[in-house]
């Protein structure tokens, strides 16, 4: 799917889709103006560029994901991986870890991660 980049206020508004979908270009509208200031061209030009990007869908102006937050969240975390750790999961855990200690519950839920991504 390639490397989608979000900034910061788009990502705060898909976050807002990710919430309410269905939700319909107009209730956007509302929502934008309140919690962002932005005017009605502002919200379409936005929700524009998120399906121009593969993120979200507008269908006769009802916006919907076409990647869930997951999906998504998931494709930044391996970008990321890929571009930092020459795509090491093995070298990004221990530079993540490093400095600090592991609970035993988040050690745990990691064993359990791995064990079901060795099953795939």
Partial sequence: MGDIQLGVIESRFAEMIWEREPITSHELVKLTAEEFGWARTTT??????????GVFQNNGGT???????????????????????????????????KGRKLTQKEAE???????EAEEN
């Fill in 109 to 115: 839920e990691i064993r359990r991660m791995i064990d």
């Fill in 44 to 53: 379409h030009n936005v929700i524009r560029k998120l399906c121009a990007k």
């Fill in 63 to 97: 916006v919907t994901s076409v990647l869930s937050r997951e999906q998504f969240y998931s494709l930044q975390s391996e970008q990321f991986v890929n571009d930092s750790f020459d795509g090491s999961l093995p070298a990004f855990i221990a530079a993540f870890t």
